[in-house]
T-cell receptor, first 114, second 113 residues
Framework: DAGVIQSPRHEVTEMGQEVTLRCKPISGHDYLFWYRQTMMRGLELLIYFNNNVPIDDSGMPEDRFSAKMPNASFSTLKIQPSEPRDSAVYFC????????????FGPGTRLTVL | AQSVTQPDIHITVSEGASLELRCNYSYGATPYLFWYVQSPGQGLQLLLKYFSGDTLVQGIKGFEAEFKRSQSSFNLRKPSVHWSDAAEYFCAVGAKAGTALIFGKGTTLSVSS
């Protein structure tokens, strides 16, 4: 199995630009999570989906952030417009109901907003 | 409030010495407890998990952790540390399958020769 795939691995952009992060979960997993990791706040949940439906988006910082999951094998996290304080590593993770909460993490996308 | 506390931000251990990383949690429901490891520039890898049963759980890479309900703790241990164990370690707590995990801030482990 290829594991959770994220792209791009690194993104450098300028303030005000739109950023789109992508995630492909492990095949057969019906839960997908987006986390953000910063030095100050550690790992925080942004949003998670079950069967492509957003279940909890209370961690999304503000309206500039949006996430979609159009099908079981693809999700995007979009930031528009981006700000320097959005600089962080964004992780995608997936799991399955029968997996007992064992979440598999992707390698992350390191975002730098200048 | 639900939270995970890892009191030690950074620990240095000599190679071959034993290791214990502390984790305390506050969680309203029956907790599912996890330890993850993150090497520089990498994602998180699950070391071990506790759901129920035997309170001493074994994980990969020679790690083990003990769940102590009375102390709300889930400390990670390894009897003999290897240089390759240098990484950041995260304790996490969750509820039933399909809910988000709450992570501690992490403990960075350095291994000296």
């Amino acid at each position: 199995d290829a594991g959770v795939i994220q792209s791009p691995r690194h993104e450098v952009t300028e303030m005000g630009q739109e950023v789109t992060l992508r995630c492909k979960p492990i095949s057969g997993h019906d839960y997908l999570f987006w986390y953000r990791q910063t030095m100050m706040r550690g790992l925080e949940l942004l949003i998670y989906f079950n069967n492509n439906v957003p279940i909890d988006d209370s961690g999304m910082p503000e309206d500039r952030f949006s996430a979609k999951m159009p099908n079981a094998s693809f999700s995007t996290l979009k930031i528009q417009p981006s700000e320097p304080r959005d600089s962080a590593v964004y992780f995608c993770a997936s799991t399955t109901q029968s997996g007992g909460q064992k979440q598999f993490f992707g390698p992350g996308t390191r975002l730098t907003v200048l | 409030a639900q939270s995970v506390t890892q009191p030690d931000i950074h620990i240095t251990v000599s190679e071959g010495a034993s290791l214990e990383l502390r984790c305390n949690y506050s969680y309203g429901a029956t907790p599912y407890l996890f330890w993850y490891v993150q090497s520089p520039g990498q994602g998180l890898q699950l070391l071990l998990k506790y759901f129920s049963g035997d309170t001493l759980v074994q994980g990969i890479k020679g790690f083990e952790a003990e769940f102590k309900r009375s102390q709300s703790s889930f400390n990670l241990r390894k009897p003999s540390v290897h240089w390759s164990d240098a990484a950041e370690y995260f304790c996490a707590v969750g509820a039933k399958a399909g809910t988000a995990l709450i992570f501690g801030k992490g403990t960075t482990l350095s291994v000296s020769s």
